[in-house]
């Protein structure tokens, strides 16, 4: 795995650098100069053609209005305007990408992060005169801080994307807002509540680990959450691991935090929504959390959408049900 994120905002003076597009014309382009998970690089302000690889960027790309010339379509949440968008040339998903793609759009700059992070040598060969940055933020099982990893690399990634496209001030607007939803969460949980996270995917339920993976196990870091069970064996799986829902519902949860994997995906084979898989498990019935309706479902994208706005509009809706 690439190594963590440590996008610093540089000490960014932009300059004007010439560059040759592939038909021989020569522009004259603001350049700024970012710091990614590989070193430094310069990389071109406001760029023409850009192909966007990590889905925890769609979402903030798009509401800066900026268009995409290739994407991993099959990625794109179903709500994103990018989905709708037939001129974006798809490169296909990460387990099978068509990474050729890329260079047939002639990129000036590509984003490279997360389910992608493995393909940057070989993108960065593909396209040697685009700017190919990674923005992955890695959350290594044994780093003992997923939580401040996490949210360094979410507020890094959001700042060095502001200086690319010139959006400083709606960077740091989006950074003040996930702040406040940390803080409010903290402020919102008692400290001693227990808390049970799961992964709903093809009608199963899936332990989600404290300290593990991708979503839930680095909260439990950010706001001190007490786990109520815990296990010496995790693979942060992002279906959820193997443990029985009888296990689940024996640590008699306070409170209930579920993800739906398969709510983005369409129609996915076996899918069934996660509301409905929870009603339905008997054992879980008994539950406190069941029981007192202490049950907060992440927004229905975040298995693919997980953008610093996904994440503060789950830690909002975790403080408004804390404190009910």
């Known amino acids: 795995m690439m190594s963590s994120l440590a996008v610093l905002l540089a000490a960014c003076g932009t300059a004007n650098e010439a560059n040759t597009t592939a038909d021989g014309e020569t522009k004259t382009s603001k350049m700024v100069e970012i710091t990614d998970a590989h070193g430094t690089i310069k990389v071109p302000v406001n760029p023409e053609k850009v192909v966007a690889l990590d889905n925890r960027t769609f979402e903030t790309l798009a509401a800066w209005d900026v268009e995409l010339a290739a994407a991993p379509v099959g990625l794109l949440p179903a709500e994103s305007p990018y989905a709708k968008d037939k001129d974006i040339v798809d490169v296909g998903m990460h387990f099978e990408p068509n990474l050729e793609a890329i260079a047939g759009v002639d990129p000036d700059v590509v984003i490279v992060g997360q389910r992608f992070a493995d393909y940057y040598d070989d993108i960065k060969k593909l396209v040697p005169q685009a700017a190919v940055i990674d923005l992955d933020v890695e959350l290594p099982e044994d780093s003992g801080t997923p939580g401040e990893l996490l949210v360094k690399g979410l507020e890094d990634t959001t700042q060095t994307l502001g200086q690319i496209f010139a959006k400083e001030q709606e960077a740091q607007q989006l950074v003040t807002t996930f702040e406040q939803s940390i803080a409010d969460a903290k402020k919102s949980y008692n400290g001693n509540d227990s808390i049970m996270s799961v992964i709903v995917s093809g009608g199963d339920i899936g332990f989600s680990a404290p300290m593990s993976g991708r979503v839930f196990g680095p909260m439990y870091d950010i706001f001190g959450w007490k786990p109520a069970l815990e296990v010496n064996k995790k693979s942060g799986n992002d279906q959820g691991d193997e443990v029985s829902v009888e296990a689940i519902a024996q640590s ?57 706005q996904t994440y503060s509009e789950f830690f909002q809706s975790v403080s408004e049900a804390l404190v009910k």
């Open 252 to 308: 008699n949860p306070d409170w209930l935090f579920v993800l739906d994997r398969d709510a983005p995906l369409g129609d996915a084979e076996g899918a069934v929504p996660a509301e409905d898989v929870i009603d339905q498990a008997p054992a879980l019935q008994k539950t406190t959390a069941v029981k007192q309706d202490h049950i907060v479902y992440t927004p229905k994208d975040m298995y693919l959408n997980e953008s610093i």
